[in-house]
Every structure is written in C-alpha cells, then in structure tokens.
C-alpha cells in the first residue's frame, strides 16, 4: 500500500422534533475502492490487513456540535512503573484485566508493604472499620496516597463499613484462639476491662443477644468456621458447648439458627448504617477515600441515602459507593440494590452465613451478570486463597475458585485475611495475578462467543447514542483485532462502558482528574492514565503517541480504536 489517505464520515443531524440534535444511528461510511478489507462494519474475523497510515474516523456529532475548544497544556502522563514495564514487556494484549482488591492489615500497614503490593499488582487497597482505630486507618490511607503521588500509582482505597450485625468482641488484642469440640465457652453482653476477661469468653456487641438467643440454637462463628449450641442462659451469659472446632478470630461474626433457619428477629431490626459507622464515614469522606462498601446492606434505601450525604457533605467528592452483598436481605432486592449503587460486592464470608454454602456459588454469578448488565463493577471477595492465610501455595480448589471468577469476568478479586494477616500477603496476589492473566489468555485463544446480551443503561437519547458508539467500539476492536483502544474521557463514563463490553484489547482510558482515574483502576480492562486533554481528537492523539511512544508503551504501527466523550466519535488508527 502506498501513499497516504484519510477519510471521514461526515453527518447531518437528524430531522427530529423530539431529539432535534440527534444524530445518525447508522454513519454512512465512505470506503476507497482500493482498499477491500477496510470497511470496519463488514470486516471478516480473520487479521485485516491495514494500510500503513490509515485513519479512519466515525462521528456522532456534527463537527460544527462540538464544544469550543478548551486548550490545556499537558503536563505530561502520569503513569505507574509497574504498568509502563508490563507494557514495555508484554505488549498490550497480554496486560492483565481483572483487577486485584487488597485488605490493608497489620502484615501490610507499612509504607514498604503497601509499596510491595503495588508493585505486585494491587489496584485498591481496602481498609476495613470493624478493626483497628481510625488514626492506623488514617495512616493506611496516608500512605497510599503518598505512594501514588510519589511512584504514580492510582491505587484506590476503599473504606468497608463495619455494619451493625452481631459479631464479637476483639479477643483482647490475641490474633485467634481455638475452640476444641467438647469445651464450654461463654457468651456475653458484659462488659470487662481487658485484664479482669474470664478465660474462654467472648464478649458480644449486640445487647440484645442474650435475650434473643434460646437454649438449643446453634452459634456460628464466621458462617459456621466454628459452631456451638447454646446449653444454659444465665442473666447476660450464654453458655454453650463448642460442637465444631476451630479457630475464633478477633470481631468474627457471630449468627444463631434455630430448626435449620437463620434467627433474624430483632437482627433484622439493626441499622445497616450504625452511628458509629456515620462516624467512619464522615472520616472517609475527610480523608477523601475513592469507595465505601456497605455492609450488610438489605435494600437500595439505604444507599440512596448514602449517596445522598456524601454529596451533601461534599459536593465536589467522587465516593462511589458499593453494596456489599452478604445479607440474606438483599437477595431479594438485588437489581433494585444494585441500580441504586456504584458497584457490588460478592462478600461471600458473611454470604455463607446467611444461605446455605452451596447457593453462595449461584449468588455470585448472578450478581456479577446483573452487574454487567447494569454497567456496575463488581468484586469477588473472601476466601479466595484462604489456605495462604498460612501456606505459601494455594490449594488446586482454591485455584479453580479464583479460575471461575476471573472466567466470569468480574471486574475484581478481592483478598481478605491472605492480605491483611496472613503469612504470604504478595504470593496471595501472585497468584491472584497468574491464574487471572492465565485464564483470561485462555478465553481470548478459544474466541469466546461473548453472547451477554447488553440493555441499554443510558436514559438520554444523547448518552443511548454514545452507549451505542462505545458497543461498537469494542465490537470493531475485537473484529479488528486492534491492539487497544484509546478512550479520552472526561467523567470516565465511556470508559466504563468499554469495559462493560469486555473487548478483546486493553483499553488506554485517559482522565485528566486523578480521583476518576483511581476509581477506574477497578474497572475490568482499563488501564487508567491521568492526561490533560483538550477538545480536539487529533492533537490529543498526536500528543499521547509522542509520550506514550516516548517512553516506549506504544510502537509505530499499533492499531488503535480511539474513542472521545468530547467529540462522540470512533476512530480507527494506526500509530505513525
Ligand atoms: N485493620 C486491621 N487491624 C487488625 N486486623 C485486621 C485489620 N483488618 C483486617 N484484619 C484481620 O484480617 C481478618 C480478615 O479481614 P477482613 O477484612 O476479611 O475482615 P472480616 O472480619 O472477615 O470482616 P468482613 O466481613 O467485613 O470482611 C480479620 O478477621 C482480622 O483478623
Ligand atoms: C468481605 C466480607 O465482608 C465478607 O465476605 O463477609
Ligand atoms: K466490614
Ligand atoms: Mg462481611
């Protein structure tokens, strides 16, 4: 091929009273005769074979629609280490997808352990209010931030509430302690000073526990990791007889059944939302966390509410907000749970509490389909590398577990106790980061039929249209076989919805506001950069080759797909 072209798809607006700005659904493409394989809605699966300066571009929006140019000097990209060496080395197709979730604990509270997980790969660091104080969470959040602004990372930090379920007390600062089969232990509502604690007692958070628990119910401890029945009550002591050994850890969780059914009663009755977790929030609001997870969240009420005040609080703030799904309330408001949130959580550990163990499996694929089809990011958590607690390899279960969720493709996996207390914090993530590359390899070498049949989650006919210009992105990419796609977004918006459609390329998503960058360093797919960007396509794009070539990330002759929320357009292009 030689010489150089360049044509565009120039459109009209659409004679519409009620949508009078809309565009054509369907651009009308022109295709040189001379080139037979280019027409990009009509190309075959097999590798096209693309003339060297190729450009072609589809637009929404009249050129004359777009908004007056606002020039910002680019600063520069900035960029994490880590991702600028996976792409150095691997190429961009071989970039891993789905993203990791660490729980910040006492094994990786250090500057140096945060720093090792981020190199390891960690995309958000969670804290988790059910333990520790708020200054060592403080200091936590602290130390992510500095990490970022010193080695350009995006790690975002999520804030999990504590919830107001019942649990235990912390076990006076001891990591575990064992229950043998056969051992009485006391249950309490009483309250001791640390010392004067009578051994094998566990004091209980929740005042109504004594009242409600009956002689013969049965007590699990984390969803059953140890199991007594309750034999006696004596004013605000439960005694009961361990039937299941095992090991108590500090603030489990604590739920009593009756004839084979969860006790809710008054259970029910507590907030999801308790003042001290209002307390937590308004600091995670002040330390300007990127997510709160809601525990135990049983209806979408409650996280409209909370929604509500965080903007009430802040209005300028980003917090998304993620419904943790592990109470067997919310399984019957799950769609209306999710709509009203920004994300979902499998929280699988208290989950297997609430409904028997074998439904969790089907639970969790059902929430991360609904989430997909809501354009949600959703996140596999707890017990995923369980054995690595204390072992530095995983069982094969546990492989084949973390197989299924990366094989679902849920945005994220998330590790709990391997990260937060465990003995092999960075081989837990390791192998988080193998069998995901591995698997994900996989289902792009078998061609996956990706048959998810997406709804439409826009509720303007303008942002219908653009939902329709990103799904035919991704699907040209995939039959393209475009190296990436490039997405210059302004509220991460249509780089969300790239991602939804989990195309076969990674998907450059640049952001020039730190805080969306971070919170789409969740999204399956996306490899976030922060990027002064104006409102023209071109000199944005020659602008991102440079640098992104400059530091060797991207070569000439890549083939990219580029999408701007700013022009509403698609290009195809190959890098000069
Ligand atoms: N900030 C912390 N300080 C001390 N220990 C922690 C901290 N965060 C986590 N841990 C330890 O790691 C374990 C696993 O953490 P994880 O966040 O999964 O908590 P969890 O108690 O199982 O509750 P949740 O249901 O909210 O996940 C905890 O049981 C606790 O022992
Ligand atoms: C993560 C969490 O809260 C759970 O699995 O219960
Ligand atoms: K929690
Ligand atoms: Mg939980």
Redesign the pocket.
């Known amino acids: 091929m030689s010489g150089s072209f360049r044509f565009s798809a120039s459109l009209s607006p659409l004679q519409s009273r009620e949508f009078p700005r809309m565009p054509f659904l369907k651009p009308h493409i022109h295709v040189p005769n001379h080139v037979p394989a280019l027409n990009p809605m009509t190309a075959a699966h097999s590798r096209v074979v693309l003339p060297e300066n190729l450009k072609v571009k589809l637009s929404a929006l009249p050129i004359t629609m777009a908004s007056p140019a606002a020039m910002t000097e680019v600063e520069g990209l900035d960029v994490d280490m880590v991702t600028e060496a996976e792409l150095k080395e691997n190429g961009f197709r071989s970039t891993r997808r789905t993203k990791i979730v660490c729980?910040?604990?006492?094994r990786t509270?250090e500057f140096e352990q945060i720093e090792a997980l981020a190199v390891g790969g960690m995309n958000v660091a969670?804290?988790?209010m059910?333990?520790?104080t708020r200054e060592?969470?403080r200091d936590v959040i602290r130390r992510v931030r500095q990490l970022n602004e010193e080695k350009g990372f995006a790690v975002a930090v999520m804030m999990?509430t504590?919830?107001s379920e019942i649990h235990m007390d912390d076990l006076n600062g001891a990591?575990?302690a064992k229950a043998e089969d056969g051992e009485i232990w006391t249950f309490t509502v009483r309250a001791f000073d640390p010392p004067s604690c009578p051994e094998r007692t566990i004091t209980v958070n929740y005042d109504g526990f004594a009242e409600d628990v009956k002689v013969g119910d049965e007590l699990l401890v984390?969803g059953g990791m140890v199991r007594f029945v309750v034999t006696e009550k004596i004013g605000p002591d439960v005694i009961c007889h361990c039937t299941d050994r095992g090991l108590l850890?500090?603030?489990?969780?604590l739920t009593f059944w009756r004839n084979g059914s969860l006790v809710q009663e008054r259970n029910a009755m507590l907030p999801t939302i308790s003042s001290k977790d209002w307390l937590d929030i308004d600091f995670g609001i002040a330390e300007g966390v990127d997510f709160i997870a809601v525990?135990f969240v049983k209806s979408a009420e409650v996280i409209k509410t909370l929604k509500s005040y965080i903007t009430a609080q802040s209005p300028e703030s980003r917090i998304a907000v993620i419904a943790k799904i592990?109470s067997i309330d919310s399984l019957e408001n799950l769609e209306e749970i999710i709509q009203a949130s920004d994300g979902a959580m499998v929280?699988r550990?208290?989950l297997g509490a609430q409904i028997p163990l074998e439904q969790v499996p089907s639970v969790q694929q059902k929430v991360v389909q609904l989430c997909r089809q809501l354009n949600k990011p959703v996140i596999v958590?707890?017990q995923l590398l369980e054995s690595m607690i204390e072992y530095p390899i995983p069982t094969r279960a546990e492989v084949a577990d973390v197989s299924e969720a990366v094989g679902q493709q849920a945005d994220g996996l998330m590790l709990?106790?391997e990260s937060?207390?465990g003995l092999y914090p960075e081989k837990a993530l390791a192998v988080l980061r193998s069998v995901s590359l591995r698997i994900e390899r996989q289902r792009r070498e078998e061609k996956h039929l990706d048959t998810a049949d997406l709804p439409i989650v826009s509720s303007s006919m303008p942002a219908i249209i653009f939902e329709e210009i990103c799904n035919t992105a991704s699907r040209m990419a995939k039959k393209l076989e475009a190296d990436a796609i490039f997405v210059y977004t302004k509220t991460g918006q249509s780089a969300s919805l790239l991602s939804r459609n989990r195309p076969d390329c990674p998907v450059f998503a640049f952001t020039p506001t730190t805080s969306i960058r971070r919170c789409l360093n969740l999204r399956w797919g996306l490899i976030p950069f922060r990027l002064d960007f104006s409102d023209d396509v071109d000199s944005n794009l020659n602008r991102t080759f440079s640098l992104l070539k400059a530091r060797g990330m991207i070569n000439s002759g890549d083939f990219i797909i580029v999408v701007s929320d700013v022009m509403q357009s698609i290009q195809a292009i190959k890098v000069p």
Do not use: F, K, Y
């Open positions: 729980t910040i604990g006492p509270c969670r804290v988790n059910c333990h520790g060592w969470h999990d504590e919830g990591e575990s984390d850890l500090p603030r489990a969780n525990s592990e929280a550990g208290d958590a707890s709990s106790s937060a207390m």
